[in-house]
């Protein structure tokens, strides 16, 4: 224990430096680095902070909990890493600057759906890594051949004997480069719909049924929804950024929009169920007066045409751009777990569930 109050510990004692990963969770990152150099977790923490927190029982579990780490306990690891503050924080969410706080502590996720982490892709990441899903409850990996899902303590499903998924994602990947990151944010509209669907019992059943057999997961085809869903969502995103091009035009007729999407459902219409959130999708992006939007860039104005609930991502990417439809998949389809107190639950934002930003009435930008 040296002057400061922590215990003595050099850059000379961790020399393997592991790789940075994008978006790792900092109780990953400390245990992956800890290991690497035969050290306990508990002796690295000891090295960063005075009044290092007391450890779990069980130590210190990524999947369960995070560390916040005050200024100088991010510099003084910093140091022993060999990284600049800046580098860890462009990778590590958890040591940016709003994350810093005061005290060390550990602290336990929070079981609110997109809070716990996701267990990394361990074929082209590492083995035991975990991400930090910031809002995202699931997203497919960068190579293809994995989704990650945060959803019952974390998995990772295997969808190389789907090549459909594989295709997918290069649908979602050239649809975003074509058009911005107004893009990802129908493909995330199109994929509530999608999950919609699969809960009510309609669209592609029988094909998503195949793709859960195929994928091993005929006995877990919740967990499987959200990838098993995922081709007709990309497709039925490219029908909504029609109606994106449509809605500002004379003649624009929701009604004809929702009805072309019936090409997506085996009977080649659509249910007055699978219609729901459709509808739910065009009450928001609903027929409006041409105007020039703002923006400097082609990108910028076409995201300023999307309705408020759009939030833009904190980072761009694939499954990052929120959905302004806001059910919840795993909740009811139709009640309520709250009642919003701004709006009294009248505000598509808050159908379902409360939102924090509540925008009262709907309203584009």
Not at 69 to 97: D, H, I, K, M
Request: a positive charge; charged letters at 25%.
């Amino acid at each position: 224990m040296n002057a400061t109050g922590r215990a003595e510990l050099t850059a000379n004692d961790l020399p393997i430096r592991v790789p940075l990963i994008q978006d790792e969770t900092l109780a990953s990152f400390l245990l992956r680095t800890s290991t690497a150099n035969g050290l306990a977790v508990d002796a690295l923490l000891g090295a960063l902070v005075e009044s290092c927190p007391e450890l779990p029982d069980d130590g210190l579990m990524p999947q369960r909990e995070e560390v916040r780490l005050p200024a100088e306990g991010l510099a003084q690891l910093a140091a022993l890493v060999g990284r600049s503050s800046e580098q860890l924080a462009r990778s590590v969410p958890g040591v940016r600057p709003e994350e810093l706080v005061d005290a060390p502590r550990i602290e336990r996720w929070p079981r609110d759906f997109g809070a716990p982490p996701l267990p990394a892709c361990p074929l082209c990441m590492e083995s035991g890594v975990w991400l930090a899903a910031e809002g995202h409850r699931w997203r497919p990996c960068g190579c293809g051949r994995r989704w990650m899902a945060s959803d019952d303590g974390g998995y990772v499903v295997d969808t190389g004997p789907v090549p459909d998924l594989g295709r997918a994602l290069v649908r979602h990947r050239e649809f975003v480069h074509r058009v911005g990151h107004v893009g990802d944010a129908l493909v995330a509209d199109a994929h509530q719909v999608m999950l919609w669907w699969w809960v009510s019992g309609q669209g592609a059943v029988e094909t998503w049924r195949e793709r859960d057999d195929a994928l091993g997961m005929e006995r877990h085809r919740r967990r499987a929804a959200p990838v098993v869903t995922y081709p007709e969502a990309v497709a039925l995103a490219e029908l909504m950024w029609k109606w994106e091009e449509r809605r500002r035009k004379a003649g624009a007729s929701a009604e004809k929009w929702i009805e072309s999407v019936g090409q997506l459902a085996p009977a080649g219409t659509l249910t007055r169920r699978e219609q729901t959130p459709l509808k739910y999708f065009v009450e928001q992006h609903r027929i409006e007066p041409a105007g020039k939007p703002k923006g400097r860039t082609t990108t910028e104005r076409r995201w300023n045409r999307l309705p408020a609930l759009h939030e833009p991502p904190a980072e761009h990417g694939l499954f990052r751009a929120p959905s302004c439809l806001m059910w919840v998949y795993s909740l009811p389809l139709t009640s309520t777990t709250a009642v919003c107190p701004r709006c009294d639950g009248r505000a598509p934002s808050c159908r379902w569930v409360p939102y924090a930003k509540c925008t009262g009435r709907p309203k584009n930008r």
